[in-house]
């Protein structure tokens, strides 16, 4: 199976809050990632927490960690319409020294 | 800092020539990686290098891809001869060694073989 995988979409409602999950297989990652990925650029780092940590805020952005099922989630409180984008989850391997792994992205749809 | 740097932005070429893209890094960065994205198999590291010397070229699809960072500021990934298969955009990212694995992207290059 894939290292890192997510779901490819999601549609939330304008002000609702957004879910992203996703799963992972290296027990050993010791920082697992969240990047967005807005049309026509390049990822841009959104937040990251350490393997040693269970939950991380930062304003509107809510990470989740759930070790024991390698599952990591993202929530985004009022969801507006500059936050439609694709996000993409990666945990780097033991040591970091090769880089990250990406899952192939979510693409968050904001409805009206 | 300008962030990383990449040129072209689009890339439109015939299958069987050349491609060079290029990549300036973040000044003081000493890790660079080249990673491509598709619908189908969404990024893949191609390759990294560490102090301008490849670690690991395992991504790499194959002999037509080679990729070279001649001094700490400048990379290029060059495909020869290109087909259309390689038509994806092509990310290069940087990121100083005490950064706990925090990539910086450039914006990527769209390239398109015919």
């Known amino acids: 199976g894939e290292d890192v995988e997510q779901s490819l979409f999601l549609s939330v409602r304008e002000g609702d809050s957004s879910v992203i999950n996703c799963t992972y297989t290296?027990?050993?990652?010791?920082?697992l990632y969240w990047y967005k990925q807005e049309p026509g650029a390049g990822l841009q780092l959104l937040t990251y927490i350490f393997s040693n940590m269970d939950m991380k805020q930062d304003q509107r952005l809510t990470v989740l960690l759930n070790k024991k099922d390698k599952h990591l989630s993202l929530r985004i409180a009022d969801t507006q319409t500059g936050d439609s984008a694709i996000y993409f989850c990666?945990?780097?391997?033991?040591?970091?020294?090769?880089?990250?792994?990406f899952g192939k992205g979510t693409h968050l749809i904001i409805q009206p | 800092d300008a962030g990383v740097i990449q040129s072209p932005r689009h890339e439109v070429t015939e299958m069987g020539q050349e491609v060079t893209l290029r990549c300036k890094p973040i000044?003081?960065?000493?890790?660079l990686f080249w990673y491509r994205q598709t619908m189908m198999r969404g990024l893949e590291l191609l390759i990294y290098f560490n102090n301008n010397v490849p670690i690991d070229d395992s991504g790499m699809p194959e002999d037509r891809f080679s990729a070279k960072m001649p001094n700490a500021s400048f990379s290029t990934l060059k495909i020869q001869p290109s087909e259309p298969r390689d038509s994806a955009v092509y990310f290069c990212a940087s990121r100083p060694d005490n950064a706990n694995e925090k990539l910086f992207f450039g914006s990527g290059t769209q390239l398109s073989v015919l």
């Open positions: 990666a945990e780097s391997r033991g040591g970091g020294a090769d880089g990250l792994t």
């Open positions: 000044s003081g960065h000493n890790s």
């Open positions: 290296d027990s050993s990652s010791t920082y």
